[in-house]
């Protein structure tokens, strides 16, 4: 394998975030919006990039449909080299909410399957990155599929990546899988800014007391309890509805204490990313062995139980 000294940049793009999870449905894609478009309000150049592939959410949480499935060579994503992509031959991202929004649900109906074997997951998002017109952002936001699989393990391996935000519920089913994300990131050296807790309590719209969904895990997780709090966002129905039918819940509801959860968070990534700029960036020599992001060396630790 060719040795590199460098991870690979996106031309002209300043930070490139991944917001991941080890786990589906905590909230990855809402948080990615609402940080895009929030970062946006704040006069930033923002870039999305849903990377989902077999369950990209982005188009329809920004109003995006696509009813209709594709065939044939419609199908198919357009080709391109890895960099030096003549601009005419560029994608175009489309808008929305001020934020260059590109996904693979873009090319495929919104009921249609793709099924790619996982490596192309990869090249995939490579091709995406490098094909698409994003022009000058200051933030280019990766939304990843759940796991530590591809196309995170590409990723990690190729690009240079400036911070990872974690999202996860408080119960230990998610902080688990969110603890594997974790040190997949951490093998590699990116840079985790934190941890976004989403679904944290729910302010009941009756009488307005705050209730727990979900339970509060009672285990200790040192490494992901070590992270900043970026954000602690609540459960809030309505924004469920408003979000899931186009309409982001910072833009549809900016005074309700999920959006107002949603900035703060958004001040805490700046923050985060700003006392790291003097930290220096990660080398592949920090890296002993390529292809490490997906493998995690545990001693067997199984409890017994008696029952
Ligand atoms: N804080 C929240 N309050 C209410 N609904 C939420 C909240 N966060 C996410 N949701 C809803 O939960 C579902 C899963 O969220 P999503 O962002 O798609 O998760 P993921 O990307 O991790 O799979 C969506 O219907 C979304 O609207
Ligand atoms: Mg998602």
Redesign the pocket.
């Known amino acids: 394998m060719q040795s590199r000294t460098q991870y690979a940049r996106v031309e002209q793009v300043d930070k490139l975030l991944v917001v991941g ?1 080890g ?11 609402n940080l895009a478009i929030s970062l946006a309000k704040h006069g930033a150049t923002v870039g999305l990039l849903d990377g ?1 592939a077999y ?1 990209p ?1 982005i188009p329809i ?1 920004l109003g995006i449909r696509k009813r209709t499935a594709s065939s044939g060579t419609e199908a198919t994503l357009p080709f391109a080299e890895r960099k030096n992509i003549p601009q005419a031959q560029k994608i175009k991202p489309l808008v929305r909410y001020g934020v260059k929004i590109m996904s693979v649900g873009f090319f495929i109906g919104e009921e249609q399957a793709v099924a790619p074997i996982p490596d192309v997951l990869g090249l995939l998002i490579l091709q995406l990155l490098y094909s698409v017109d994003w022009g000058k952002l200051d933030y280019l936001i990766i ?1 990843l599929p ?1 796991g530590t699989s591809e196309p995170q393990a590409t990723l990690c391996r190729e690009m240079q990546l400036n911070g990872a935000v974690l ?1 996860t519920t408080p119960q230990d089913i998610a902080r688990i899988d969110t603890a594997k994300a974790l040190a997949m990131f951490q093998n590699v050296h990116v840079p985790v800014l934190g941890v976004v807790q ?2 944290d309590g729910f302010v009941c719209p009756h009488c307005g007391e705050r209730a727990e969904i979900f339970p509060r895990s009672q285990e200790a997780r040192n490494l992901l309890d070590e992270l900043p709090l970026l954000g602690s ?5 309505v ?2 509805v408003n ?2 039918k186009g309409h982001p819940i910072i833009v549809s509801m900016p005074e309700s204490p ?1 959006a107002q959860a949603f900035r703060s968070m958004t001040a805490n990534v700046v923050a985060a990313l700003d006392t790291r700029k003097t930290a220096p960036e990660r080398e592949m020599s920090d890296v002993q062995e390529e292809g490490k992001c997906t493998m995690i060396k545990e001693e067997t630790d199984l409890d017994d139980r008696k029952d």
């Not at 786990?23 to 919006?33: N, Q, R």
């Not at 966002?233 to 129905?237: E, K, S, V, Y």
Request: proline share 10%.
């Open positions: 999870s786990k589906g449905g905590v909230g990855k894609s809402t948080v990615s919006v989902d369950g959410s949480m939304d759940p999202v989403n679904m966002i609540p459960l809030d129905p924004a469920v979000s899931d999920v």
